[in-house]
């Protein structure tokens, strides 16, 4: 290859790089593409910033995105909380990879790379309208989409359906001991554990914060707290980890099947919700149905 067609491809590649939200508390910056021509993009706290995150445990200066020879790399400006590129702590830098996620405080970016990234990105903004961007399992919004369809086939052919609500027990006192990046790492690794258990024709979904719901079509009552069982025993048994300590959680667990008394699916997420909040008032670490 001459120096000129390599310089060719080289400027193709940097006009089609991008990061996108995909994670954030900023309801503003979801799905935002950040494109990468051949200038550096500064992320933090100060608004003078490329990616203006409002995020306390963000430094002014956290980091920034910068054009080398061999491509693009994410570099640390010494930031007090350290920045991730899928999960792990980068030692000052790292080159990037297509489709690595960047994680600095409570936001998450992917970078997309190559003449594709256009296609990539609006897959992304997709995935964003059903995904839960730090877990990867759905989100509350498609849940209840869902949740309405199971409920109407549920009627309509008189088929048992059950919902379980999980939650995490004391999962502040996580955060606090260890930090909201660890807690971040607790809630993947908790969707990883539970979508394990999951099967094709079930909805495993991010309800919010650290509760979770999982709808169940063609399974009763009994069924559903047989299966709510199993993942409170995982869960106490499993060490999660964050950058090599170990943290022990438990969950509560509340389950309702669908009643003749319930005449929407709110009835039946509302019933779960008071099993699980007696789960909680009861001891927690236990299931309730």
């Not at 830098?93 to 970078?111: C, E, H, M, P, V």
């Not at 059950?162 to 971040?184: R, T, V």
């Not at 554990?193 to 079509?217: I, N, Q, S, T, W």
């Not at 943290?247 to 039946?268: K, Q, Y």
């Amino acid at each position: 290859m001459t120096r000129v067609s390599r310089r060719a491809l080289e400027i193709v590649h940097t006009e089609n790089d991008c990061v996108v939200v995909i994670y954030t508390t900023q309801p503003t910056l979801l799905g935002k593409r950040f494109q990468l021509g051949n200038h550096r993009v500064y992320l933090g706290r100060d608004p003078e910033t490329d990616v203006h995150l409002q995020d306390d445990s963000v430094s002014r200066k956290h980091a920034h995105f910068e054009r080398r020879l061999d491509g693009w790399y994410v570099v640390d400006d010494g930031s007090t909380n350290g920045t991730y590129v899928n999960e792990q702590p980068i030692p000052g830098k790292r080159i990037l990879a297509n489709n690595d996620r960047i994680q600095i405080g409570s936001t998450i970016l992917k970078y997309l790379s190559g003449a594709d990234a256009e296609v990539q990105y609006h897959e992304e903004i997709y995935r964003v309208s059903i995904l839960d961007g730090l877990t990867q399992i759905h989100n509350k919004r498609y849940f209840l989409e869902m949740l309405e369809r199971e409920v109407t086939r549920s009627r309509r052919h008189d088929r048992p359906i059950s919902l379980m609500m999980l939650d995490i027990d004391h999962f502040k006192e996580c955060n606090d001991k260890f930090g909201h990046l660890a807690g971040d790492a607790v809630l993947r690794q908790l969707a990883e554990l539970v979508g394990k258990r999951v099967r094709r024709d079930e909805v495993f979904a991010r309800y919010g914060g650290e509760e979770f719901a999982l709808l169940l079509p063609e399974a009763h009552l009994d069924g559903a707290l047989n299966l709510a069982e199993i993942l409170r025993k995982k869960t106490e048994s499993n060490a999660f980890e964050f950058v090599g300590k170990e943290i022990r959680i438990a969950v509560s667990v509340g389950c309702a099947e669908l009643g003749p008394d319930d005449e929407t699916a709110l009835d039946l997420i509302q019933r779960a919700d008071k099993r699980l909040y007696e789960a909680k008032n009861s001891g927690r670490n236990r299931v309730c149905g």
